[in-house]
Protein backbone atom coordinates (compact mmCIF):
# COMPACT_ATOMS: atom_id res chain seq x y z
CA UNK A 1 0.00 0.00 0.00
CA UNK A 2 0.90 3.47 -0.76
CA UNK A 3 -0.39 6.23 1.29
CA UNK A 4 -0.77 9.96 -0.30
CA UNK A 5 -0.95 13.03 1.83
CA UNK A 6 -1.62 16.47 -0.21
CA UNK A 7 -0.85 20.24 1.59
CA UNK A 8 -0.82 23.53 0.51
CA UNK A 9 -3.76 24.48 -0.51
CA UNK A 10 -5.50 27.50 -0.06
CA UNK A 11 -7.32 30.77 -1.29
CA UNK A 12 -5.43 33.06 -3.56
CA UNK A 13 -6.40 36.07 -5.79
CA UNK A 14 -6.32 35.38 -9.37
CA UNK A 15 -2.53 36.42 -10.91
CA UNK A 16 -1.92 34.73 -7.86
CA UNK A 17 0.65 31.21 -6.77
CA UNK A 18 0.21 28.26 -4.97
CA UNK A 19 2.38 25.59 -4.26
CA UNK A 20 0.86 22.07 -3.80
CA UNK A 21 2.83 19.09 -1.86
CA UNK A 22 2.33 15.26 -2.40
CA UNK A 23 4.55 13.32 0.63
CA UNK A 24 4.07 9.37 -0.84
CA UNK A 25 4.63 6.88 2.22
CA UNK A 26 4.21 3.21 2.56
CA UNK A 27 5.64 0.60 -0.45
CA UNK A 28 7.12 3.88 -2.76
CA UNK A 29 9.47 1.94 -4.93
CA UNK A 30 6.22 0.64 -6.29
CA UNK A 31 5.22 4.02 -8.17
CA UNK A 32 5.24 4.40 -11.37
CA UNK A 33 4.09 7.72 -11.99
CA UNK A 34 2.19 10.46 -9.96
CA UNK A 35 -0.40 13.20 -11.11
CA UNK A 36 -2.49 15.64 -10.03
CA UNK A 37 -6.25 15.86 -10.50
CA UNK A 38 -8.76 18.61 -9.75
CA UNK A 39 -12.43 18.51 -9.58
CA UNK A 40 -14.31 21.32 -9.28
CA UNK A 41 -17.55 21.68 -7.86
CA UNK A 42 -20.28 19.85 -10.72
CA UNK A 43 -17.70 18.59 -12.73
CA UNK A 44 -15.68 15.55 -13.36
CA UNK A 45 -12.48 14.77 -11.93
CA UNK A 46 -9.59 16.15 -14.37
CA UNK A 47 -6.44 15.51 -15.26
CA UNK A 48 -3.63 18.38 -14.08
CA UNK A 49 -0.43 17.12 -14.49
CA UNK A 50 1.61 13.80 -14.22
CA UNK A 51 5.39 12.98 -13.62
CA UNK A 52 7.20 9.34 -13.54
CA UNK A 53 9.16 8.97 -10.88
CA UNK A 54 12.12 7.80 -13.36
CA UNK A 55 12.78 9.28 -16.02
CA UNK A 56 10.95 12.50 -15.13
CA UNK A 57 8.57 12.61 -18.13
CA UNK A 58 5.90 15.29 -17.56
CA UNK A 59 2.76 15.81 -19.08
CA UNK A 60 0.11 18.59 -18.55
CA UNK A 61 -3.31 19.72 -19.24
CA UNK A 62 -3.64 22.24 -22.19
CA UNK A 63 -4.91 24.73 -19.88
CA UNK A 64 -2.21 24.73 -17.04
CA UNK A 65 0.43 24.65 -19.66
CA UNK A 66 3.08 27.61 -18.90
CA UNK A 67 1.58 28.19 -15.46
CA UNK A 68 1.63 25.18 -13.67
CA UNK A 69 5.08 22.93 -12.86
CA UNK A 70 5.20 19.76 -11.73
CA UNK A 71 8.31 18.41 -9.80
CA UNK A 72 9.75 15.58 -7.46
CA UNK A 73 11.69 14.50 -4.97
CA UNK A 74 12.53 11.22 -5.15
CA UNK A 75 14.77 11.06 -1.54
CA UNK A 76 11.64 12.72 -0.10
CA UNK A 77 9.39 10.89 -1.86
CA UNK A 78 7.55 13.97 -2.93
CA UNK A 79 5.78 15.37 -5.69
CA UNK A 80 4.65 18.94 -6.25
CA UNK A 81 2.62 21.27 -8.40
CA UNK A 82 3.69 24.92 -8.56
CA UNK A 83 1.10 27.00 -9.99
CA UNK A 84 1.31 30.32 -11.39
CA UNK A 85 -1.16 32.76 -13.04
CA UNK A 86 -4.16 31.18 -11.22
CA UNK A 87 -7.30 31.89 -12.52
CA UNK A 88 -11.07 31.50 -10.96
CA UNK A 89 -11.65 28.83 -13.18
CA UNK A 90 -8.33 26.80 -11.34
CA UNK A 91 -10.62 26.80 -8.21
CA UNK A 92 -11.19 23.33 -7.47
CA UNK A 93 -10.40 20.41 -4.95
CA UNK A 94 -6.72 19.03 -6.21
CA UNK A 95 -5.98 15.55 -5.67
CA UNK A 96 -2.59 13.38 -5.76
CA UNK A 97 -2.30 10.21 -7.33
CA UNK A 98 -0.10 7.46 -7.74
CA UNK A 99 0.45 4.63 -9.89
CA UNK A 100 1.90 1.57 -10.58
CA UNK A 101 1.66 1.29 -14.42
CA UNK A 102 -0.33 2.72 -17.12
CA UNK A 103 -0.11 6.78 -18.92
CA UNK A 104 -0.09 9.52 -16.47
CA UNK A 105 -3.32 10.76 -17.90
CA UNK A 106 -5.68 8.13 -16.95
CA UNK A 107 -7.91 8.46 -14.31
CA UNK A 108 -7.72 4.97 -12.90
CA UNK A 109 -4.70 5.76 -10.21
CA UNK A 110 -3.70 2.84 -7.65
CA UNK A 111 -3.68 5.38 -4.83
CA UNK A 112 -5.02 9.00 -3.88
CA UNK A 113 -4.68 11.38 -1.61
CA UNK A 114 -7.58 13.36 0.67
CA UNK A 115 -7.63 16.37 -1.78
CA UNK A 116 -6.70 19.80 -0.94
CA UNK A 117 -8.89 22.69 -1.56
CA UNK A 118 -7.62 25.53 -4.21
CA UNK A 119 -9.81 28.58 -4.28
CA UNK A 120 -8.81 31.62 -6.61
CA UNK A 121 -11.11 34.46 -5.81
CA UNK A 122 -11.35 37.19 -8.96
Known amino acids: QVQLVESGGGLVQAGGSLRLSCAAS????????MGWFRQAAGKEREFVAG????????DYTDSVKGRFTISRDNAKNTVYLEMNSLKPEDTAVYYC???????????????WGQGTQVTVSS
Open 26 to 33: GRTFSIYA
Open 51 to 58: ITMIGGSI
Open 97 to 111: AARRLGGVRQLDYDY
